[in-house]
């Protein structure tokens, strides 16, 4: 029987676990395989890592890795799949958004052939949702062309794949993007996202900012690109003018006059260049983070499960 870890990374979620919980029991019952329960503590500061310990005492499916900060829950992901020993592993989120029993759909593509199955929910036409959907459609057009329209949370993959994002090691990512960018045959299983269950979305306007720039740098050079661009535009356009004001000097005798347009251009170009210096400096501090080799996350505590030696 097919072995399917479930990976749920958890901050703050006190209130959601018992119901997260029963449903994954009744999706568990259903089914004809085997499960894992693998909760990621993501640095919690309320009752949420309690309570995994006692859902782990009375249930031996349920394993936990409690980090030892919030690492956010991307890295949370990364530490489920290098803990999992499932022939597939899914993520789901712990404020039930994303409807536990969609699982099963998941499972029958996979069990179709698909290496990658991708929960995409439906998004109506007039949703707002104005920002993300900008995300995904750069996200689409310039680091990662498979990436769905509306975008995703949910995955399933194989073992195949698992073991190649495991092998990437990657820091600063989306594991999303790590997915999608190893190829593998891919399939797309649409979904109605519901809402919350309970308490507010842990996504701050930080972590949503830091993911953005981590899916371009590490997925597309396109913001490299532009800055070339732009350098040769401005100096080309510079070249000319430069021209035009000699030949005007030399042979009609004018000078040009004006501290104000002078002011114009001075200020626009180095605020030009001060903006892609930061682009640079992104790229750079990922570069010296990544050479650091400090790990992506840290493990405090293995509960319902053994610490896994080195493979
Ligand atoms: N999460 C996490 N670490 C974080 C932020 C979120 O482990 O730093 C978890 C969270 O507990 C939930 C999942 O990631 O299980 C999705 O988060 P949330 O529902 O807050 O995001 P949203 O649905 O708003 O995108
Ligand atoms: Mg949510």
Known sequence: M?????????????????VLYQKLNEIAIQAEYDFEFIFIDDGSSDGSLRIIRELSTKDNRIKALSLSRNFGSHS???????????????????????????????????????????????WKKDSGQFFQRLYYRLVRKFALKNMPESGTDVFLIDRKVVNAVISMGEKNTSIFGLILWSGFSQ????????????????????????????TF????????????????????????????????RLFYSKTIEGWTSLMVVLLLVSGVQMILLGV???YLWRNFDE???RPPFIVKDFIGMEEKKEK
């Open 2 to 18: 097919a072995l399917i870890s479930v990976i749920i990374p958890i901050y703050n979620e006190e209130e959601n676990l018992s």
């Open 217 to 248: 740098v590490s997925f597309s050079y396109y913001p490299l690109r532009v800055m070339s661009f732009l350098g040769i535009t401005i100096a080309f356009t510079g070249f000319i003018y430069a021209l035009i004001v000699i030949a005007a």
């Open 76 to 122: 949370a992901c990364l530490a489920g799949l290098m803990y999992s020993n499932g022939d597939v592993c899914t993520f789901i989120s712990a404020d039930l958004q994303d409807p536990p029993e969609l699982i099963h759909r998941l499972i029958n593509e996979w069990r179709s052939g698909y290496e990658v199955v991708i929960g995409v929910r439906e």
């Open 187 to 214: 399939k797309v299983v649409y979904y109605k996202k519901g809402a919350r269950y309970k308490g507010a979305s842990k996504w701050t306007l930080g972590k949503k900012i830091k993911l953005f720039i981590d």
């Open 291 to 293: 050479s650091r080799r």
């Open 280 to 282: 640079l400096g992104e």
